[in-house]
């Protein structure tokens, strides 16, 4: 498997007023992501993560456990025809993301829990997903669906983005379900700020960045989800 480099990753929650401060000065700098619909710069994003019965992922993440991963479905805009398969590590600290692309038919056989077909692909990620699931015994568990707004900054590779209208999957691992009945698991309506870089961060975004109001946390959209799944 290709060397991915390790990224430094900060989040915080700020509310609208701090979201519409930074936002109004990173126009300025910044471009939006290639995902983004030009009229509004916004795109959603649905996940689908996995766990096991002990729930290893979801007390990893809770107790702060510093070298962990987590594998994952995510489509954008609803949009079957492009779909990852991802897996997220975190080690001293510093993150990584690797993916492997699948089909809707390779998705919902990966969610019904039919993993046979991926010993005849040549792919290391989904190879590393199959015997992961295997002997950690992973499992579909939650749907996190949410509106995503990014900007990219070329130095230092930088990438802020806003999630908001966090929203929790109901009973049901349907990926494909556009009515899927869902909960808010944030209920103050905060923002997560995330800012995503590799060495290090360029003054110009750590001042265009600051407010106020900043909350540091470590709680994860997924660990925050799982309170409905």
């Known amino acids: 498997?290709?060397?991915?480099?390790?990224?430094?990753e900060l989040k915080h929650f700020i509310n609208y007023s701090d979201y519409l401060?930074?936002?109004n000065r990173l126009k300025f700098i910044t471009?939006?992501?290639n995902f983004a619909d030009k009229k509004t710069g916004r795109y959603k994003i649905r996940s689908l993560y996995f766990d096991n019965i002990y729930d290893k992922v979801l007390l990893?993440?809770?107790?702060?456990?510093?070298?962990?991963?987590k594998f994952r479905i995510r489509l954008y805009n609803d949009d079957s025809s492009f779909i990852r398969l991802e897996k997220k590590t975190k080690k001293n600290g510093l993150c990584q993301k690797l993916n492997a692309i699948i089909t809707k038919e390779q998705c919902a056989l990966i969610i019904s829990g039919s993993l046979g077909w991926i010993k005849e692909t040549d792919n290391p990620l989904l190879m590393e997903f199959y015997c992961k699931s295997k002997y950690q015994l992973l499992k579909p568990a939650t749907i996190v669906d949410y509106t995503r707004e990014a900007y990219l900054y070329k130095v230092g590779n930088v990438r802020i983005t806003f999630d908001m209208n966090v929203r929790s999957g109901l009973y049901s691992k349907n990926i494909f379900d556009k009515d899927l009945p869902v909960?808010?698991?944030i209920s103050d309506n905060s923002i997560i700020l995330e800012v995503k870089y590799d060495e290090f961060l360029p003054e110009i975004i750590s001042n265009v960045i600051q407010?106020?109001?900043k909350q540091a946390t470590a709680i994860s959209k997924y660990a925050s989800c799982r309170i409905y799944g």
């Open 60 to 69: 990893e993440k809770i107790n702060g456990v510093d070298n962990r991963e």
């Open 21 to 23: 401060q930074i936002k």
């Open 183 to 185: 909960a808010d698991p």
């Open 31 to 33: 471009s939006l992501d």
């Open 211 to 213: 407010t106020n109001n």
């Open 1 to 8: 498997m290709p060397a991915v480099k390790y990224r430094h």
